[in-house]
């Protein structure tokens, strides 16, 4: 089943026949930042982490011809959100519409969120961990990101998580500005050396 995560856009849980699809989109996620490169070892990672321990979900476009707002249907909740009595809300949030049917295959996503689980190194807590999330350029700066962002760390809540975790590279300051936004802080850098074969 999916579910509108914005208006004219609508999340579905992934499933583990959607490896290629994935793939796709973790290609596309570093081409954007590397354009040059060729990324097809990327399988090997989705070979490793994609389980059904790393859930999966896909943003599509609502399609004007489908008519689906005359079918959508209000239902509470609709979405992940923590348990009552702890949420903390800067905002008011709108009522998540469950849809009664499915989206159809045809329609291709334009955005994905792919998520682990971690253990933080300094407390031993078990958290959700952001491989993975791409939204197509000719959708950006309409909200998408932040409101999947937002979807994950309710699903991390109710899951029990106290915390959520991902990597950027410091040269994607769009993501930067997005995550700062939302409150994430830097904990650890990762630092690497390239290292010459030949002395």
């Given amino acids: 089943m999916s579910e509108q995560l914005l208006p004219g856009y609508f999340i579905r849980r992934g499933s583990s026949l959607e490896r290629s699809l ?17 990324f097809s070892h990327l399988e090997q990672t989705v070979k490793q982490y994609f389980s ?5 979900w896909w943003v599509n476009e609502e399609d004007a011809e489908s008519g689906r707002h005359g079918e959508a249907e209000i239902n509470f909740p609709a979405s992940p959100r923590p348990p009552s009595g702890s949420e903390v809300w800067t905002r008011q949030e709108p009522p998540r519409l469950q849809l009664p049917h499915r989206v159809p295959a045809s329609s291709s996503p334009i955005a994905c969120l792919w998520v682990g689980n971690a253990i933080d190194q300094v407390q031993g807590n078990r958290h959700a961990h952001i491989f993975v999330l791409y939204v197509a350029p000719e959708h950006r700066r309409r909200g998408i990101g932040t409101a999947l962002m ?4 309710n699903w991390a809540m109710q899951r029990g998580d106290r915390q959520i975790g991902l990597q950027v590279f410091q040269s994607n300051q769009p993501a930067l500005n997005l995550y700062h936004r939302l409150g994430y802080q830097t904990q650890s850098l990762w630092m690497i050396k390239f290292l010459n074969a030949q002395k």
């Fill in 22 to 38: 994935l793939l796709k989109f973790m290609q596309l996620t570093y081409q954007d930042l590397f354009p040059n490169q060729d």
């Fill in 52 to 56: 059904s321990d790393t859930p999966l």
């Fill in 150 to 153: 937002q979807y994950v760390e």
